[in-house]
């Protein structure tokens, strides 16, 4: 695929491209069901939400590169990938216990990295290495807060607190 193409599912689950001047296409990938959801990789792996309600919602990783497909762990109410797509973080909630946990961007290899994790409702993001960040959901009608963890250390560090409607976006540099 050339640097000009674009990758987009449309709301019944087909994968489209489009480029180089050309109309847009379906993949001959056959349709997700029920999305809800697309994360995306700088390098064409997505993991893709499904389900027709939060509780129903299920995850799943793809790599178009290579045509594979995994299911995630139940129970996961947010991911992100590594900025070089490898891993995956994501933040797992059974509505009595919530954890954050690191794997494979396929869902091997998982690493507990906060066990009992305090906080509910969180966006996370990985904008460096060795930094992952979570924000509360965007509310005008509630405070938001920003905090990172030291991928290496663990530690936690409060960035931003007490901003309205707070949502966070990160440059590539």
């Not at 700088?42 to 995850?59: C, D, F, H, P, W």
């Not at 966006?123 to 405070?143: D, M, Q, R």
């Amino acid at each position: 695929m050339s640097g000009d193409t674009i990758l987009f599912y449309d709301l019944a689950g087909n994968l489209w491209q489009a480029g180089g001047g050309d109309a847009a296409a379906k993949s001959g990938q056959r349709p997700l069901e029920n999305p809800a959801e697309i994360i995306w990789s700088a390098n064409l792996k997505n993991i893709v939400k499904t389900g027709e309600s939060q509780s129903a919602a299920r995850y799943t990783f793809s790599d178009l590169t290579k045509g594979t497909t995994a299911p995630l762990r139940a129970g996961i109410k947010s991911v992100a990938f590594s900025p070089d797509a490898s891993q995956i973080v994501y933040y797992i909630s059974d509505g009595q216990s919530n954890a954050l946990f690191s794997s494979a961007s396929d869902g091997r290899n998982q690493r507990s990295l906060i066990s009992a994790f305090r906080l509910r409702g969180v966006v996370l993001s990985w904008p460096k290495s060795n930094l992952i960040a979570f924000t509360s959901k965007p509310s005008g009608t509630s405070a938001g807060s920003l905090w990172t963890l030291n991928a290496a250390s663990l530690a936690i560090a409060k960035m931003i607190d007490g901003l309205y409607g707070l949502e966070v976006l990160y440059a590539p540099d």
